[in-house]
């Protein structure tokens, strides 16, 4: 059973930060800075938390995960935003011509 989950974080070093940014859009989408909406499986939720543990300083990073029920469930109308979301973040084509 896939489950949804909301997964924040909050890193202290720029080049972490960007590491940690990459490896999440590998496992969600990202829906505000430095958050993301992740549908996982059991193994991909211990795949994502021991990619995030390789990356961060468990002194100065955090991490906050939370599983806001199954995918099946309306989780959308549980969370509720104050001013414009984030547009999703879509990287523009590029033609190279060598």
């Known amino acids: 059973m896939r489950h949804r989950y909301l997964v924040c974080?909050?890193?202290?070093?720029?080049?972490?930060?960007?590491?940690?940014?990459?490896?999440?859009?590998?496992?969600?989408?990202?829906?505000?800075?430095?958050?993301?909406k992740c549908d996982l499986s059991a193994a991909e939720r211990v795949l994502l938390i021991g990619a995030l543990r390789e990356i961060i300083n468990l002194r100065q990073d955090r991490v906050m995960i939370v599983r806001l029920g199954s995918i099946d469930e309306p989780a959308e109308q549980r969370v509720e935003f104050l001013g414009p979301p984030l547009a999703p973040w879509i990287r523009p084509a590029a033609v190279v011509i060598g």
């Open 9 to 36: 974080y909050d890193i202290a070093d720029p080049k972490r930060l960007r590491l940690v940014y990459r490896k999440m859009h590998g496992f969600g989408d990202a829906i505000q800075y430095s958050v993301f």
